[in-house]
Each structure stands twice: as structure tokens, then as C-alpha cells.
Nanobody, 116 residues
Framework: QVQLVESGGGLVQAGGSLRLSCAAS????????MGWFRQAPGKEREFVAAINWSGQNTYYADSVKGRFTISKVNAKNTVYLQMNSLKPEDTAVYYCNARRSINNYWGKGTLVTVSS
């Protein structure tokens, strides 16, 4: 069982930056592939970024490529999402995800609001 707790959300002006953190419980964090997803009001949850268990491979949605960076620090059981050049359309609840084999866990989310 893995428990995920997101933090770092808030209100920021367009063009600003935020760093989201996702702290994970459990001793097997280093073996999990991690991801960030987001859900805007009235829309379905969508993929934002992912990183494999070792941290060597990263993947991004086209809408955030070049602006967001995902990283994973296994020693801290934490995954980060650095978000730069934020746009109003980035406004959403951001969810952390942990996956390994058939195991799939979600955090409760953190709200990011970008004002124009």
C-alpha cells in the first residue's frame, strides 16, 4: 500500500512558477513509476507528466512540454513537478499517481489556480 500526499498548490499569476511535491509512504517507493495528472473544472482528468522508477525517463503532455519538469528523489520518497511559465489554462486540481504492475495509487490532489 502506498499513500500519496500532494502539496505546493496555490494561486499564482500567469507567467509565474510553482513547485508541487508528492510525498509517498512505504519502503518500496523507489520501485514505482510516478506521474502527475490534472483535472480542470468540467473536464476529465488528463495526463501531465510521468517519470519511470529510476528517474531516468520522463514523459510530458504536449501542452506542458518545455514548461514543466518532473523529478523523483527516491531517498526522500518524493516526486516533484516544477511548473514554469504558467498559463490560466493550467488551472486545475493536480493529482499524484504511483504505478507498479497492477498497483495504482492516487493522492487527493492539490489545487493550482493561475490568474490572468
Amino acid at each position: 500500500q502506498v499513500q500519496l500526499v500532494e502539496s505546493g498548490g496555490g494561486l499564482v499569476q500567469a507567467g509565474g512558477s510553482l513547485r508541487l511535491s508528492c510525498a509517498a509512504s512505504g519502503r518500496t517507493f523507489s520501485s514505482y513509476n510516478m506521474g502527475w495528472f490534472r483535472q480542470a473544472p468540467g473536464k476529465e482528468r488528463e495526463f501531465v507528466a510521468a517519470i519511470n522508477w529510476s528517474g531516468q525517463n520522463t514523459y510530458y503532455a504536449d501542452s506542458v512540454k518545455g514548461r514543466f519538469t518532473i523529478s523523483k528523489v527516491n531517498a526522500k520518497n518524493t516526486v516533484y513537478l516544477q511548473m514554469n511559465s504558467l498559463k490560466p489554462e493550467d488551472t486545475a486540481v493536480y493529482y499524484c499517481n504511483a504505478r507498479r504492475s497492477i498497483n495504482n495509487y492516487w493522492g487527493k490532489g492539490t489545487l493550482v489556480t493561475v490568474s490572468s
